[in-house]
């Protein structure tokens, strides 16, 4: 640990979060280090870390890394006991080149990106409704990737396996496929390679059914949770309770710290970025931002775009003056993310839209 005996009213604190400790810095008004110390990521050593910096003078605000990983709960105990908290970036690797890395040197980072103002963003709360609709999505999201990797391992074995049995199940859709291969039987000698393949295909049917039924089942659990959370969001055009259930996680309990529509569609990675150069003015795509909440919005013009009258209307209007399907795409998905902003942060209350006027969808053009 290195201190300075310094103390000034309106230290800044900064954290570098890890799984079992965390080392929290602390500078003056002025950028200059005061002190930095490490802590156990308990309970018990959130609090020691407050109390601690709380013995520096007035606390103005802390910059915590991670606040969606490892800094998530000591960020909850900084803002249950009134302190702002600043969601910070990793340093990028230029700035560690530069720099080194250790974690004091991070912490300190953390700290002075907040007295800075080159940090600004306001922690998820993590303590409502849609935390709940994030964790079981999780587990869902995971149920569908193995259940994907059954089917794949299914279809492999088939291709190499015996004549007979591949005759056997041939032509089956996915659900007859696996109703029959779930029902073979196997035999009791194994070293045999038919039984043998019989009895790889039977369990992995099984698995297959069983994650079935698991998705299920957390659709079933998920679907009044995003109801209770955002009528609105499911009362518009496209959306379904997967597509708003990832578009909620994005946005968090609070969506307000959002401060407009334009900061949500930066957050989705639908905001344009500036190209230009010299004469030539022009946008690029936004590689960044959250892909998942990307694709959500992806999908929901996809469904526009083919059941939607007025959104086929603005696309065939749109090709006619020379754009192409991905630039109208891009003009689509800037609008719904505008929508959907509109429909997360309004009252619950409130009565449920999902129609686009001609007027929003000019806009988003």
């Not at 698995?207 to 959370?229: M, N």
Request: with cysteine; aromatic share 2%.
């Amino acid at each position: 640990m290195t201190s300075m005996t310094h103390h000034a009213a309106g230290v800044t604190g900064g954290v570098d979060t890890h799984g079992l400790t965390h080392h929290a810095a602390l500078i003056d008004p002025l950028g200059r280090h005061l002190a930095d110390r490490e802590f156990p990521a308990t309970a018990r050593g959130y609090r020691s870390l407050l109390a601690w910096l709380r013995t520096h003078g007035h606390l103005a605000a802390v910059g915590v890394e991670g606040t969606g990983a490892y800094g998530a709960a000591l960020a909850k105990v900084l803002a249950a006991a009134g302190i702002t908290v600043v969601d910070v970036d990793r340093p990028d690797r230029k700035t560690r080149r530069l720099h080194g890395k250790s974690d004091p040197i991070d912490a300190y980072a953390a700290a002075t990106a907040v007295l800075s103002g080159r940090a600004t963003g306001t922690p998820k709360t993590r303590d409502g409704v849609v935390e709940s609709v994030r964790v079981l999505r999780c587990a869902r999201r995971s149920a569908v990737k193995a259940r994907t990797q059954a089917i794949n391992q299914i279809r492999a074995l088939l291709v190499s396996a015996p004549a007979a049995l591949r005759e056997q199940v041939a032509g089956l859709h996915r659900a007859a496929l696996i109703a029959t291969l779930a029902r073979l039987r196997t035999g009791t000698d194994l070293a045999s390679p038919l039984a043998a393949t019989k009895a790889a295909l039977r369990r992995l049917a099984r698995r297959h059914q069983g994650l079935d039924t698991e998705i299920a089942e957390l659709d079933a659990e998920i679907r009044p949770l995003v109801q209770h959370a955002a009528p609105r969001l499911l009362a518009l055009f496209g959306v379904g309770p997967e597509t708003a259930g990832q578009l909620l996680a994005s946005a968090g309990d609070n969506p307000e710290r959002m401060r407009s529509e334009a900061a949500f569609a930066h957050l989705a990675g639908v905001a344009p970025i500036p190209a230009s150069s010299g004469r030539t003015h022009r946008h690029r795509l936004n590689r960044g931002g959250d892909r998942a909440a990307n694709n959500a919005l992806h999908t929901i013009v996809l469904v526009r775009m083919r059941h939607h009258p007025r959104t086929r209307a603005y696309v065939e209007r749109r090709t006619r003056e020379g754009l192409s399907k991905k630039e109208i795409m891009r003009c689509l998905k800037r609008f719904v993310a505008r929508e959907v902003f509109r429909a997360i942060t309004s009252t619950r209350t409130a009565p449920p839209t999902g129609q686009a006027t001609q007027a929003d969808l000019t806009t988003a053009a």
